[in-house]
């Protein structure tokens, strides 16, 4: 441990390189080999980004986008993995260089160590998704934020207004921290100078210019992401619940702040004595802002309108919480560094510990379906090759849920397309004319597994069904039962669709009548 410290105190950047690759290999490697199925995540991203929409029924489309270029370069579901932590690293690296004029180089590696407590950045970040593509966006607006006020740079004020208007092709959840942050250049006198400059009329014209795309799509298609935000929502069923609903965000939030923390605890022995130097008031307002502004955001808004809020919000509101944090103590002593070293090694590897029973040893025992030991390679092999024996076409398109036909379209030889949930409104890109004349596949597992279900009959009334089948999950010996049809090709649909019939019959009308 002393030969340890010794490194770390001398070498603090050289540390944080060693963090970042421990980081990015284990918890690469971690999913790779326990996930043998992509989890329902990375299934949608899969459906969604091969079809390259401004704008999607759910959300913004970048993460989408995202995965779909990182398969079609490397083709490996490894990748998308790596993604995840790829993205994670470039956090950590934003965090320390925002940490590192304020609070040196070992504290700016405390700061991330601090953070790494969050199951935010490991546990749960191999499904990459709109959560896991904010925390850089967010990170990178905080720096540029801090650097804008501080410096007054026409750069800085850029990068803010680049990296807000992109961070809302991530996730709109990005207006919980516009909000903060315009508030605090309105309300703080120090902040208020900078609107005889150039610089924020700037970084809004950037973050519009950049946003413009969805923002127009968006009016075009009345807003549809935003009724899909609102459902997760819950509304307010009585006047208690503008209490409940905050209140319930507060308690899973710090419910998952306790590895952080721990982590960050030994900074706080013996408080007594003064620090060396005071913190210069205008940095300490920005980071306290950074830290807590978002998050009491939520709060607020949940206050307000009594709406409920979902735990897993939380992942981008804390990146400058060990930041914050080390500014608080200022000193760390080396035998406080010890303990957060030691602390931050317990947590990492209770993380990787627990990662590897609730994957490798609990489906033996708790039978819980997961979605990684899904059989979706075996569904995919097994509609491919019936509904070619059937037709003698290979599968073009698949009608069924984002899941089942998520997961053949990506394990599927031919990667076919979904109608998602049989409703055209949902896939507005499918051309129906083209998938009766190539035929598709339907599949389900609800209900009556020898029936259409009603569902899917508005476009595949006469599909065939057939004989169902069973799979078992890799796992745990759980086993699901699959109905499916086979709506066969139908060419004439296409020239019907694309109004190619109705001219060539009135050719052969005309000639018939030239003869008569």
């Not at 025992?365 to 390679?377: E, H, I, M, S, T």
């Not at 024996?389 to 698949?398: C, E």
């Not at 979904?418 to 055209?424: N, Y």
């Amino acid at each position: 441990m002393s030969a340890l410290l010794d490194i770390i105190e001398r070498r603090p950047g050289a540390a944080l390189a060693a963090l970042l690759m421990l980081h990015t290999v284990l918890w690469t490697a971690l999913p790779a080999t326990l996930y043998i199925n992509l989890p329902l995540d990375l299934i949608e991203a899969r459906v969604y980004g091969r079809e390259w929409q401004l704008g999607y029924d759910k959300l913004p489309p970048l993460p989408w986008w995202m995965v779909e270029i990182t398969y079609r370069i490397f083709g490996r579901d490894l990748f998308l993995y790596l993604l995840s932590q790829a993205v994670i690293l470039i956090t950590f690296v934003l965090i320390w260089l925002t940490a590192r004029p304020l609070v040196g180089p070992l504290g700016a590696l405390v700061a991330v160590l601090i953070v790494d407590g969050l199951h935010y950045f490991h546990y749960t970040a191999q499904k990459f998704n709109h959560d896991v593509i904010q925390l850089p966006f967010w990170t990178l607006a905080g720096f540029s934020f801090h650097a804008a006020l501080r410096r007054g740079r026409l750069l800085h004020w850029a990068v803010l207004g680049l990296t807000m208007g992109s961070a809302l092709w991530a996730k709109y959840f990005v207006v919980v921290l516009a909000i903060p942050l315009a508030l605090f250049m309105l309300l703080n006198p120090g902040s208020r100078r900078h609107f005889a400059t150039p610089g924020p009329y700037l970084a809004l014209a950037v973050a519009l210019v950049v946003a413009a795309p969805h923002l127009v799509w968006l009016v075009q298609n009345d807003f549809l992401p935003i009724k899909y935000a609102e459902a997760r929502a819950a509304p307010p069923r009585h006047l208690f619940d503008h209490v409940l609903h905050p209140l319930a965000f507060v308690a899973g939030q710090l419910y998952f702040l306790l590895p952080a923390l721990a982590i960050a605890a030994p900074l706080f022995r013996d408080m007594r004595r003064p620090p060396p130097a005071a913190v210069d008031k205008e940095d300490w307002r920005i980071v306290t802002l950074l830290a807590f502004g978002p998050a009491a955001t939520v709060f607020a808004l949940s206050l307000l309108t009594g709406r409920g809020t979902i735990t897993m919000w939380g992942y981008p509101l804390w990146q400058f919480l060990g930041l914050w944090i080390v500014l608080l103590v200022q000193r760390i002593p080396r035998q406080r560094l010890a303990a957060v070293v030691t602390v931050w090694a317990v947590v990492f590897f209770a993380f990787v510990l627990a990662f590897i029973v609730n994957y490798r040893v609990l489906p033996d025992y708790d039978k819980r379906l997961r979605a990684v030991l899904f059989p979706g390679q075996q569904l995919a092999n097994e509609i491919s090759t019936r509904f070619r024996l059937l037709t003698g076409r290979p599968l073009a398109y698949v009608v069924g849920n984002m899941w089942l036909g998520g997961n053949i379209a990506h394990y599927a030889p031919e990667h076919p397309r979904v109608l998602i949930d049989g409703r055209p409104a949902r896939a507005p890109w499918i051309d129906l004319g083209d998938l009766r004349a190539r035929g598709a596949a339907v599949v389900w597992t609800d209900g009556d597994l020898r029936t259409l279900p009603l569902a899917f009959r508005a476009v595949t009334a006469d599909a065939e069904v057939q004989e169902p089948f069973t799979l078992s999950y890799y796992r745990g010996g759980s086993q699901v039962t699959f109905g499916w049809a086979v709506l066969r090709p139908r060419p004439v649909f296409a020239a019907a669709e694309c109004g190619m019939v109705t001219p060539v019959l009135r050719s052969v009308d005309r000639r018939q009548l030239s003869r008569q």
